[in-house]
């Protein structure tokens, strides 16, 4: 299959692409940034544009045999101030997405947020297009998947400043790079709210699982949760990446707790019910939290140009 993907230079996106690739499908990728990271991989084209433009979603979906929906406004604090862009780009890129699965009738899908019921505009908006997506599926019989993921993470995620370019901060990259540089790791709040999540290749299996079953048919009613079995809380997860960082550093930085971000709720609980997959048919994510967070350590580790220390240790 040649497989469209919205938003393929991201995290999530390159590493859907990769697992894409290895089952031997090719890709195009529809993305708003200018650079190509495959191109120079014949199995990659590379469409620019942004999916607010429903001719280039159009043109995307005449050119290929389904489409996974990644694109999007991220950010829980980075969009309480201004809400518009997230709702402007996430609502009408989902739908110009729906419009180009139903005018060539194709198989597609799409990934939801983990905090579904939260009140800031990440939340809102993408959950939003889970009605449409409802929609399309009862009214136009559009095979769409979706998929609902927990914080995903792993080796390449971008770190926010002061140790990366990253837009958003993301809990992984900030309690990593922190640890490793010698400097505290920050958690919102007390730290006992749950916020699971899911090893990066694990979530790829898990888009390329549901891509397949909607290209053969096998549309499921229910959203896939892709999760871990065993919840964490924050601050488990902050003393993990601090223990595991120490095995590499040979200190042990401490652990400061800071204001609960807006939009955000205390001691909320964001998990995912991997039954979910295993009724559709599909592999529930097999990497334990601590298995990928000592790979995503020793990656950071290993990879400090990818992060830019702000100062040596």
Request: hydrophobic residues 35%; negative net charge.
């Amino acid at each position: 299959m040649k497989i469209g993907i919205t938003g393929g230079q991201g995290f999530i996106g390159q590493w859907t692409i990769d697992e894409l690739l290895n089952r031997g499908h090719e890709v195009i990728i529809l993305d708003h940034k200018q650079r190509n990271p495959y191109r120079d991989d014949p199995r990659v084209d590379y469409l620019w544009g942004d999916v607010r433009d429903d001719v280039i979603m159009l043109e995307l979906a005449a050119h290929v045999d389904g489409i996974i929906h990644l694109a999007a406004v991220l950010g829980t604090q980075e969009t309480i101030g201004d809400p518009r862009p997230a709702a402007i780009t996430n609502i009408t890129g989902g739908l110009n997405f729906l419009h180009a699965l139903h005018r060539y009738d194709l198989p597609g899908v799409y990934i939801c947020v983990g905090n579904h019921w939260m009140n800031n505009p990440y939340s809102i908006t993408k959950t939003t297009v889970e009605r449409f997506v409802h929609m399309y599926r009862t009214e136009h019989h559009t095979a769409v998947n979706q998929v609902r993921a927990v914080n995903a993470y792993g080796p390449r995620q971008q770190a926010a400043p002061p140790y990366g370019a990253g837009k958003v901060r993301k809990i992984t990259p900030a309690f990593i790079c922190r640890a490793l540089n010698g400097d505290p790791i920050e958690v919102y709040g007390d730290g006992q709210q749950i916020s699971d999540m899911v090893y990066i290749a694990d979530l790829a299996n898990t888009l390329s699982d549901a891509l397949e079953h909607a290209a053969n048919g096998n549309t499921h009613e229910h959203v896939l949760e892709c999760g871990p079995r065993q919840h964490h809380t924050v601050l488990q997860i902050a003393e993990l990446v601090r223990d595991t960082a120490a095995h590499i550093t040979g200190h042990t930085v401490p652990i400061t707790h800071l204001p609960m971000r807006p939009g955000e709720i205390p001691g909320d609980t964001v998990t995912a019910n991997p039954d979910t997959l295993t009724r559709a048919g599909i592999p529930e994510p097999a990497t334990t939290v601590e298995d990928g967070i000592t790979r995503t350590v020793n990656w950071y580790h290993e990879h400090r140009d990818h992060w830019h220390p702000p100062h040596n240790v």
